[in-house]
């Protein structure tokens, strides 16, 4: 006991050198104070605390504090600003949100994660209406590739106005080669990095210079030609500089998050950006639903906070009775080797094979927690839909996919209480998340609350691969994967939602992204 505790039992000691009974309370009192101020006292400083924000914890509707702090990669404590403040040490990061929305990360159900990267690997230029907008959309490309990696494609018109010059150009696109056709293809638009890269220089045969004698960055015939043949062969296949463009983007549209439903096996990749400290989303891969035996002789190690994890499979519903018997065979193999078991299904007969599937298997291979997913469940037919709810089957949905189509029935699943996932189907549609939020809260009769929405993009994805113990909510104990908005979803109008922006993004306790 310490000397001061001691004390104080000396002075109130009974007869029998206890303490008196009266005076028993007064001295557990005191000695639970200084527990309690020892304790604070030893407090640990966070590595990163969020202060003076709106945090929307999704735990429950209502559900809202001013502040967490953050230790290594998981949420450590929540509460005011005031107690939170308690946290800060000499080494901390403080992020003062000024009042702004904290939301845990949006986790998109169901993307095709190389695609969406391989989205940037050429641009599309032929609606250029003018130099300044040329550039604008190279420097959005440029800020998500990696160093190196060229930007190519253009076919632009500039028969009514000025291209920008090249200058202007490097200054958006220092680190990466532009090589852009002109629409017919006779003429190409280069930056200095790209004529660095073919050891091209004016003066040579094909490339214009101004009346200067610099080179504009306009290049025919044979100076085109020998920039073509330094374009890297592969540019569309090198799936590292692919992947890294799509985490970079990812992180831009807070987005910590993806469930890849790439048909080929991005493990390998994936799990080397990761070792370069380049993955900023973490990425549960799911393999072809026949590549069961693969998976099962390849798996990752199981570790719930890990970037990168596997263990599902995807197949096809088509809707052909036919198919149905071969379907069946291959969900109750993938379900009988422990695996997650998802499929496509766009239409009534599509989703009724697939919900007959899954319950059969169900019957056949006994109780587990196995989470079956159909994929899209769009345009289910009215008698299927307690099914869902039934057989605990999930529904990964996109709003934002069938925008405007009455097919979409999160709605009415929601109103059946069955289990509800979000995502886009990036690069398909647009991949932000917020896009897909506005078209669920503005699809009339299956309009929901933007809770709800919300909801579905962060718990309701996490519970679809098994991690709502681990993210999806911010409370203590959970990975530090949060985003802040620009605005108030809960409190805009409906309508703008799609206008509201990222502000910054957290994964794994860093942050990936931050605004200017």
């Known amino acids: 006991m310490p000397l001061c505790n001691k004390l104080i039992a000396a002075q109130f000691a009974g007869p029998e050198g206890g303490l008196a009974p009266a005076l028993r309370l007064l ?44 230790n290594g990669n998981r949420i450590t404590a929540i509460g005011t600003t005031k107690l939170i403040k308690s946290f800060i040490g000499p080494s901390t990061r403080v992020i003062d949100a000024g009042g702004r929305l904290v939301l845990p990360g949006f986790n998109d159900s169901h993307v095709h994660f190389m695609a969406i990267g391989n989205s940037f690997s050429s641009i599309d230029l032929r609606g250029a209406k003018s130099g300044a907008e040329m550039t604008e959309r190279i420097a959005h490309y440029a800020r998500f590739l990696p160093k190196g990696r060229w930007i190519l494609g253009g076919h632009f018109d500039n028969n009514n106005w000025e291209l920008p010059s090249r200058k202007s150009l490097d200054a958006v ?34 490339v214009d210079v101004s009346f200067t004698g610099e080179a504009t960055g306009t290049v025919r015939g044979t100076a085109l030609k020998k920039l073509a043949s330094v374009v890297p062969s592969n540019h569309m296949t090198n799936w590292p500089e692919v992947a890294e463009t799509a985490t970079n983007y990812a992180a831009s549209l807070g987005v910590t998050s993806v469930q890849d439903m790439n048909s080929d096996d991005g ?3 994936y799990v080397e950006l990761e070792r370069k400290g380049k993955l ?36 096809f519903s088509d809707g052909d009775d036919e198919g149905k ?85 999160f709605g009415a699943l929601l109103k059946q209480k069955a289990l509800v996932a979000f995502g886009s189907d990036a690069s398909m549609v647009d991949f932000n998340p917020l896009a897909g939020i506005h078209a669920a809260v503005n ?30 909510t911010i409370e203590s104990g ?38 200017n």
């Open 27 to 70: 001295f557990l009192t005191v000695l639970v104070i200084s527990v309690i101020h020892g304790a604070e006292a030893r407090r640990s400083p966070a590595d990163l605390v969020i202060i003076n924000a709106k945090v929307r914890t999704m735990t429950t509707p209502d559900s809202v504090v001013q502040a967490f702090a953050v």
């Open 173 to 206: 696109s220092p680190d990466n080669p532009v090589f852009l056709y002109r629409s017919g293809a006779t003429a190409a638009f280069a930056n200095t990095r790209a004529f660095e890269e073919a050891k091209l220089k004016a003066g040579e045969e094909g």
């Open 267 to 269: 493990r390998s990749t």
């Open 280 to 315: 900023k989303t973490r990425v549960y891969d799911c393999l072809p639903l026949r590549g069961w035996s693969k998976l099962k002789s390849s798996r990752l190690p199981a570790k719930p906070e890990a970037m990168v994890t596997d263990g599902c499979l995807k197949g």
């Open 325 to 409: 018997p071969g379907l069946l065979r291959d969900v109750m193999a993938g379900d009988s080797a422990g695996f997650q078991i998802m499929l496509h299904a766009i239409g009534a007969s599509a989703n009724h094979i697939a919900l007959d599937v899954f319950e059969q298997a169900l019957k056949t291979n006994g109780i587990r927690d196995r989470r079956f997913r159909v994929e899209h469940a769009h345009n289910v037919g009215e008698p299927d839909l307690p099914r869902f709810v039934r057989s605990n089957i999930i529904a990964s949905m996109q709003p934002f996919l069938f925008e405007g189509n009455r097919g979409s029935r």
């Open 443 to 472: 699809a009339g009769p299956e309009s929901i609350p933007v809770y709800d929405a919300v909801r579905a993009y962060t718990l309701g994805s996490a519970y679809a691969q098994f991690q709502e113990k681990e993210k999806g």
């Open 478 to 515: 959970k990975l530090a994967d949060f985003v802040i908005l620009s605005d108030d979803v809960f409190a805009i109008d409906r309508q703008k939602i799609r206008e509201v922006k990222v502000v910054l993004t957290v994964v794994n306790g860093k942050v990936v992204y931050q605004t």
